[in-house]
């Protein structure tokens, strides 16, 4: 493999102790109850995608929004890389790889919820739910990473830890792997299953 692309949460990051929390105390604020199911699947799409799923009406989306971002950024010191993934990451691109990250996160929660965390400066290239026509799990964003790249579907690998993560990879003819460490659903899929970001470097053997 040459290029290796990465989703961010529940694959980079720990951030679902921190967001999801902070999703289900601002839906309630607001008068939603949706349930545990919806807050945990919502969190794997796209900030508008998943609100829809939880019952927001559309007149009161941005505002919904912000006040989730909002929340969550308050409590950013407490979201955590795992284990493995600096490490993995200074590797891989020691060998001279790739590596993109293709995210649900728009371009501003990016900015404001991922770049502080001091991992955006590994990857050659991001590409936000927001930078293409169709986000995940059509294949669009890999594809924009391709071609930012310079890479090829057929020398090329994604880790993800969602559904939508196993199939945009497939959809974009590139090989998946499953980030264990922090899928909740372990039962998927994939050409590579994962325990530990380490294992990653198997994957050039």
Same mark, same amino acid.
């Given at each position: 493999?040459?290029?290796?692309?990465?989703?961010?949460?529940?694959?980079?990051?720990?951030?679902a102790p921190v967001y999801l929390p902070a999703l289900q105390q601002v839906l309630h604020d607001y008068g939603y109850t949706p349930t545990p199911e919806q807050i945990q699947t919502a969190f794997g799409m796209t900030g508008w995608e998943g609100l829809a799923l939880c019952g927001v009406q559309p007149e009161q989306f941005e505002q919904v929004m912000t006040s989730w971002e909002q929340e969550a950024y308050r409590h %950013?010191?407490?979201?955590?890389?795992?284990?493995?993934?600096?490490d993995t990451l200074h590797a891989l691109? /020691?060998?001279?790889?790739? +590596?993109?990250?293709?995210?649900?996160?728009?371009r501003s929660q990016y /900015?404001?919820?991922f770049v502080p965390l001091g991992l955006s400066g590994l990857f050659d290239t991001a590409v936000c739910c927001d930078d293409v026509a169709a @986000?995940? @799990?059509? @294949?669009d964003s890999i594809f924009a990473v391709l071609e930012r790249v310079g890479g090829s579907a057929s020398d090329a690998v994604f880790l993800g830890d969602s559904p939508y993560d196993m199939q945009c990879a497939h959809?974009?003819?590139?090989?998946?792997?499953?980030? %264990?460490w922090g899928s909740h659903n372990p039962q998927l899929q994939a050409d590579y299953r994962l325990t530990h970001p380490r294992e +990653?470097?198997?994957v050039l053997q």
């Open positions: 493999m040459s290029c290796f692309i990465f989703d961010i949460d529940g694959t980079l990051i720990d951030s %950013l010191d407490r979201v955590l890389i795992y284990d493995g993934i600096t691109r /020691q060998a001279g790889h790739k +590596l993109g990250i293709v995210t649900s996160r728009n /900015q404001n919820g @986000p995940k @799990p059509a @294949p959809a974009a003819g590139v090989k998946s792997a499953l980030a %264990l +990653l470097l198997d």
